[in-house]
């Protein structure tokens, strides 16, 4: 017995406590067409390869429920986004009621002091952006400026972050290299096309949102990933991993105008070079780390990494997805322990970093996988819709209330 309150006390003798700055805030990320349920007229809903998301969280008739709950759990900031093809179905034509339930939405999230986050193009088309060629044609960039002046007259002033397009590089990699978004394309070329696209008309909905709004805050969620060579000797792994930063980090940021960092980590990969043009010379190599219930490696050190390289930017920083997929929810503390051990070392190290938004709030949609992977800091059972708060959601509940972490 007196051992054991002897072992507690050196414990907590070596326990820390991090405090984050003042006014860090603290939330989770949604977005519309994996939760809201309902959707059908985007390119996902009728695509034969994957199954359609259906009534996915029911988030749409349930969002109060959710909100609450999010609420209940010290939340102060929410990231969701627009369903594009529920406020215009069809070219230039606006869907009032639709518009009227994110009005409702949105005003229900101010009322209740939550600041928002909110994304306009979450890797989900319109159908009819999807026949005229998706991203492929530059026309469409110039509708999706046409749907940011809508929002921003109908709905800007419940923003008070804007997130334009969410992980070009991911939905460009995805939807037209390896083929597993709508529409399964493989080709690189017009991959490298559709992401230069996407950032020109991000910048061109910084300008429609700014003309509006001209103190607004816009940005766009970028998936950075850590990367570092497998062999530390060899250059040409080492150069593989400048090029991967380069087009993580230096090519977006450098080429558009954001106001904050909107920063989406998941991932780490160990480089290295192979003769082989169709793997783009590149084997990466199977983590030797803990990993998710998806295979993907648990690394909070990359984190750091790259807080440390994007303070080049000299913009405040928000981490807007971070999580994993735990479906028995025995990582998921742990994990956000490293993750936001991570922030707080960067911080300290005088990086900017102002939020952060675990990923996700509810488990849903997960694209390509449908509904197998389970990322929510609540457990939705997909039968009932019966909202279960995971073990993970109170401490980081403890985490949000306090402003800090104990280590
Ligand atoms: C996407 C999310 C997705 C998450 C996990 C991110 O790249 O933005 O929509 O749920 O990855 O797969």
Known sequence: MRKE??????????RRVLKFPKGFLWGAGISAYQTEGGISRNDWAVSAKVPAAGLACDHYRRYVEDFAIARKLGHQAIRLSLEWSRIEPEEDQWDENELHHYFDVLQLLKDRGFTTFV?????????????????ANVKTGEDFADYVG???????QFIDFWITVNEPDIYAGSAYVSGIFPPFKKNVLLAWRVLRQMLSAHNRAYEVI??????????????VLALTPFRQSSVLDRTLVRLGNWLSLEFPYRRTRNDFLAVNYYFHKSLKFVLNPAAGFTDTVRPRGEVSDRGWEIYPRGLLEILLRLKQFHLPIYITENGLADAR????????????????EA?????????????????????????????????????????????????????????????
């Open 5 to 14: 309150i002897k072992i507690k006390k050196i414990i907590s003798k070596t």
């Open 119 to 135: 994304t306009l193009h979450h890797f989900a088309n319109p159908l009819w952006i999807a026949k005229q060629g998706g991203w």
């Open 150 to 156: 809508k929002v921003a007259q109908s709905l800007g």
């Open 210 to 223: 700014h003309a509006y709004y001209p103190k607004a805050r816009v940005g766009f969620a970028q998936n």
């Open 329 to 344: 929810d025995r990582k998921r503390r742990a994990y956000l322990t490293g993750h936001l051990h991570a922030v707080a």
């Open 347 to 407: 911080i300290k190290k005088k990086v900017d970093v102002r939020g952060y938004l675990h990923w996700s709030l509810l488990d849903n949609f997960e694209w390509e996988d449908g509904y197998k992977w389970k990322y929510g800091l609540v457990e939705v059972d997909f039968v009932t819709q019966r909202r279960r708060v995971r073990k993970s959601a109170k401490f980081y509940a403890r985490i949000c209330k306090t402003n800090s972490l104990t280590v």
